[in-house]
């Protein structure tokens, strides 16, 4: 009997456990031999590696010593709930602390969780291709896919974009609701959705879209709302399912007030060679059969699903579209007054009211300015309407920014002791400016973000329209500001009067229209392929891209780079894989069919691997100083030097400190505090006067000196400037790489003096 996708086929148990061995076996094989030397081997020796393996150590650590205080994590001294700086990985952690507390060995942990990501994403696309219609083969493949495709495979260090495993659960838990009415499936997929959320904020914004497309296009089909009833199907269980993901969303939400923990809009994009980049041997082949052009190099991410998948998905796409039947058109209604000559006048209102800046002379950007060096810089005037003290960042390093001719930023790698940040007393008006890359090359124009101070919004982007080529009065800039508001409720009041149109129209026509849809809505090849096309639109960013529209909604403003979205595009393709390959077997018998899934699973495989996975060799030694600060009363707070500009020295710092769990002023994140940007930049000097005054303002305890990890200049400087800090600084350990030096508080060197 031939197949039809579409029909639900929910799948059988005691098939789960087998395809769950299966994608073991295979997720060792992929990524051997980094799979059988996971206790001594990372994917990379890098900050992010080592913010993981702390991130999942300190949670587990938290679990049993503080589990209602999680987010309150020993980083950044003395910031508060730290954890929320970056990923929090609590569903990780999970696996990891069994880990954890048994070996003891945060790179095996890290590992684990990795590798079990893979087969629990290869198990969930199983489960959600055998929900939404397609054959036990079929579905092996969808998993095939989703676990090992290089968007996602090969991201295998990155566990927030890794571990994105409950999304397809959540998924196929809403389809079976949706088709079957069950209360319980409504609730497993929240608990799907909370558990994706606990394990990855990215995966939780991910899974969300997925969510949200899925009940847009089946009430585009006719599904009917029923709120009453869906709101008595969550009931209570369900209420208190979702409540971790409010618990969750009042640390981060603090971290975007008080710290500012959000993104800011890139107009740069993703580079297109992106999406045809892959690093498997076989795609690089089959590329070369194409082009002479080397689309790997220079890629930043690979977004490339793989030759065979986009094949499958294609013949799923076209064969989906010619079994559709001509919808149907329904019959235009005359409404008073009429729909079109509303939308006429809003489209009308909507470019003059966009085209009014210009017309002033406002907002229109920057000039830039080519150097004979191969700087480039940009002028114009920033114009401020509220006066008061504005801090001033620059979203990328290497760049100078001054105003009214005094520098306020400087990020010049010639310059290492000036602040990354600064801030000047503006009047209102108009204001010369200069922003200048401080590296040859670099073209893009990097963001510039303020904060005024008082409005307890933190660090956001300046708008485009106070930064204009000529100067603007402050009165101007609020007729532009006045204008842009009524434009958007101009495209509020247009997209409203669309909808009720809409809604009209389609209440005239409901029961033609429903049935209509009810032929299509279990059919998973026109709902996948949307989340293909948004995810990336959304992958896309840029001015061209769909990201430009949703950055700044919470949850997006975490995410730092849009083209993570092909992470959740992958899974629409994965699913249109399967379809696929269900229509091309659809007349096969069923032993015909396996053997086309063992050779079509065969050739995604060899298309996959990357064999040998390659990784470096990892142990994590923890100084014999940081060993002795563990074994002192607590609590205590410390600062280890020396402190570069580079990242790297605060996560082994962070490292350090999982000895003993006490507060550390180091810390790295998504995120770093404005009080740690200028105590950094000060202990780059150490000693020093501001560097030993700010630690003991902070109420630092200890301060550990690795000699071994300065330069030999800079240990001569150091062991020449220490012996004037006697007074301050007590030694209290010492060995041939390191000391350790308590802080003399004012008043605890008076009471020593005698």
Not at 108 to 136: F, H
Not at 693 to 699: E, G, I, P, S, T
Request: with cysteine.
């Amino acid at each position: 009997m031939e197949r039809r996708v579409g029909v639900t086929a929910p799948p059988r148990s005691w098939r789960l456990p087998a395809v769950a061995a299966l994608y073991a076996a295979l997720t060792i094989l992929l990524a051997y031999p980094l799979s059988v030397t996971a206790d001594r081997t990372l994917p990379a020796d890098d900050p992010d590696g080592h913010l993981f393996m702390w991130t999942l150590a300190w949670d587990a650590h938290a679990f049993v010593h503080q589990p209602l205080a999680i987010f309150d994590a020993n980083i950044f001294y003395p910031s508060r709930d730290s954890l929320a700086f970056s990923e929090n990985l609590i569903g990780s952690a999970f696996f990891a602390a069994p880990v954890l507390w048994l070996t003891g060995n945060p790179v095996l942990a890290v590992n684990v969780v990795s590798l079990l990501s893979c087969v629990l994403c290869g198990l969930g696309a199983y489960v959600l291709g055998r929900r939404v219609g397609l054959s036990a083969a079929a579905a092996v493949l969808t998993g095939l896919v989703f676990a090992f495709s290089p968007p996602r495979f090969f991201r295998f260090s990155q566990l927030h974009l890794a571990a994105v495993q409950w999304i397809p659960f959540a998924l196929a838990s809403l389809h079976a609701y949706l088709d079957g009415g069950e209360r319980r499936d409504l609730r497993l997929a929240i608990a799907f959705f909370s558990l994706q959320s606990l394990t990855s904020g990215h995966g939780a914004v991910f899974a969300a879209v997925a969510i949200m497309l899925m009940l847009v296009y089946r009430l585009a089909l006719g599904e009917p709302i029923g709120l009453g009833h869906r709101v008595r199907d969550v009931g209570i269980a369900g209420v208190l399912l979702l409540v971790p993901v409010v618990l969750l969303a009042i640390p981060y939400r603090a971290a975007q007030v008080d710290v500012g923990l959000r993104r800011v809009f890139d107009p740069t994009g993703t580079p297109l060679q992106n999406f045809v980049a892959s690093p498997t041997r076989v795609d690089a082949f089959l590329q070369s059969l194409v082009t002479s052009r080397n689309v790997n190099e220079g890629a930043t991410a690979w977004l490339f699903p793989g030759f065979l998948p986009v094949l499958l998905a294609l013949v799923a796409v076209v064969g989906g579209m010619t079994h559709l039947r001509k919808p149907i058109r329904p019959t235009l209604i005359r409404l008073k007054p009429d729909p079109t000559a509303i939308a006429a006048i809003a489209v009308l209102s909507w470019a003059i009211l966009g085209a009014a800046p210009s017309l002033l002379h406002a907002g229109d950007g920057l000039t830039a300015q080519n150097y004979a060096n191969d700087r480039v810089a940009w002028t114009g005037y920033l114009t401020v309407v509220r006066p008061g003290l504005y801090g001033f960042a620059i979203s990328s390093d290497n760049a100078r920014l001054t105003i009214d001719n005094l520098a306020v930023v400087d990020y010049s790698a010639d310059q290492p002791g000036k602040p990354t940040t600064g801030s000047l007393l503006m009047a209102a008006g108009s204001h010369r400016i200069l922003l200048e890359r401080a590296t040859p090359g670099e073209r893009p124009v990097p963001n510039l973000l303020w904060a005024r101070e008082g409005d307890g919004r933190g660090f956001h982007a300046i708008p485009e329209s106070a930064l204009s080529r000529r100067p603007v009065s402050s009165r101007t800039m609020t007729i532009v500001g006045a204008l842009e508001w009524i434009r958007f409720g101009v495209a509020i009041a247009a997209a409203l009067v669309a909808v009720w149109y809409l809604w009209t129209v389609l209440a005239k026509r409901r029961a033609a229209w429903t049935s209509w849809g009810a032929q299509y809505s279990r059919n998973p090849v026109p709902l996948y392929l949307l989340l293909t096309i948004v995810s990336a639109g959304l992958a896309l960013g840029g001015r061209y891209g769909l990201w430009q529209f949703v950055y700044w909604l919470p949850g997006f403003n975490f995410i730092r780079g849009s083209s993570r979205f092909m992470v959740l595009g992958l899974l629409g393709v994965a699913v249109l894989t399967g379809a696929g390959f269900e229509l091309l077997t659809a007349r096969l018998a069923a032993s015909g069919r396996r053997l086309a899934a063992v050779v079509a699973g065969g050739l995604l495989l060899a298309e996959f691997s990357a064999i040998p996975f390659k990784g470096v060799p990892y142990r994590l030694d923890i100084p014999a100083a940081d060993m002795w600060v563990a074994r002192q009363r607590k609590p205590f707070s410390i600062a280890e030097v020396p402190v570069t500009t580079s990242e790297r020295f605060h996560s082994n710092y962070m490292l350090h400190s999982m000895a003993h769990w006490q507060k550390t002023v180091h810390g790295f994140s998504g995120i770093r505090p404005v009080l740690h940007e200028e105590l950094y930049a000060e202990l780059r000097g150490f000693p020093s006067e501001d560097s030993i005054r700010h630690l003991a303002k902070l109420d630092v305890t200890y301060i550990i000196v690795h000699s071994s990890w300065f330069s030999s200049d800079e240990r001569r400087l150091v062991e020449e400037r220490l012996p004037g800090f006697a007074s301050r600084l007590k030694l209290e350990y010492i060995d041939e790489d390191s000391r350790v030096y308590s802080i003399q508080h004012p008043l605890q060197a008076s009471k020593e003096d005698p």
